[in-house]
């Protein structure tokens, strides 16, 4: 069901089926969620204008290693060297974390100079795809709920609730390169005309 989503943000049921065999109805979450979840540009500029506030990815952590498991969609076999990122997407003013995204990028299949800024850690990877004007295509591979014990960055609180994500792929060169999964504190967007 989420092939709908390469070519339309709609479903006629609003019913869809993830690959854990889980039926969500995206027709009941709140618009924002339903254009974060089916977007292929980028979120921060969507959350930009819904928060209407300026928006900081800042990386959690970041480090080249081997991979723990399989890839399939991306050719990826365990052990093999990938970039691992981990950023939260939070407004400058309210502070809200409206984002914590998890990244997978194959660092074989990028150009020399793309690898060394994205290792470097000084820009995100949409923004350096966009300044960089490669042509990229996303695919949508998942969507799910996720009860979860987060820790806030920058402070010692926790976010206990209900995260909204998704994982796609970023295709460079009709390539799958680089996979993200985003997840979205629900409640921040719950209430929010």
Same mark, same amino acid.
């Given at each position: 069901?989420?092939?709908?989503?390469?070519?339309?943000?709609?479903?006629?049921?609003?019913?869809?089926? &993830?690959?854990?065999?889980?039926?969500?109805?995206?027709?009941?979450?709140?618009?924002?969620?339903?254009?974060?979840?089916?977007?292929?540009?980028?979120?921060?500029?969507?959350?930009?204008?819904?928060?209407?506030?300026?928006?900081?990815?800042?990386?959690? $952590?970041?480090?080249?290693?081997?991979?723990? &498991?399989?890839?399939?969609?991306?050719?990826?076999?365990? $052990?093999?060297?990938?970039?691992?990122?981990?950023?939260?997407? *939070? $407004?400058?003013? *309210?502070?809200?974390?409206?984002?914590?995204?998890?990244?997978?990028?194959?660092?074989?299949?990028?150009?020399?100079?793309?690898?060394?800024?994205?290792?470097?850690?000084?820009?995100?990877?949409?923004?350096?795809?966009?300044?960089?004007?490669?042509?990229?295509?996303?695919?949508?591979?998942?969507?799910?709920?996720?009860?979860?014990?987060?820790?806030?960055?920058? *402070?010692? *609180?926790?976010?206990? $609730?209900?995260?909204?994500?998704?994982?796609?792929?970023?295709?460079?060169?009709?390539?799958?390169?680089?996979?993200?999964?985003?997840?979205?504190?629900?409640?921040?967007?719950?209430?929010?005309?």
């Amino acid at each position: 069901m989420l092939d709908n989503f390469n070519t339309k943000g709609y479903v006629e049921s609003g019913i869809i089926t &993830n690959d854990r065999d889980e039926s969500l109805d995206i027709a009941a979450f709140p618009p924002i969620v339903r254009t974060l979840l089916v977007t292929d540009g980028t979120v921060t500029k969507t959350l930009e204008a819904y928060f209407w506030e300026p928006i900081q990815v800042e990386q959690m $952590g970041q480090r080249v290693a081997p991979l723990e &498991n399989d890839i399939p969609q991306m050719g990826l076999k365990t $052990g093999d060297d990938v970039l691992l990122r981990d950023v939260s997407i *939070s $407004g400058t003013r *309210s502070g809200d974390v409206y984002a914590y995204a998890t990244s997978v990028l194959n660092i074989n299949h990028l150009e020399e100079d793309v690898r060394n800024q994205l290792i470097a850690g000084t820009i995100g990877i949409g923004e350096l795809l966009r300044d960089k004007g490669l042509e990229t295509y996303r695919q949508v591979i998942d969507i799910y709920r996720e009860i979860k014990k987060e820790v806030v960055p920058g *402070s010692k *609180s926790y976010y206990c $609730g209900e995260l909204i994500c998704r994982t796609y792929l970023i295709h460079i060169d009709n390539e799958p390169v680089i996979q993200v999964t985003e997840k979205f504190p629900y409640r921040l967007y719950q209430n929010k005309h």
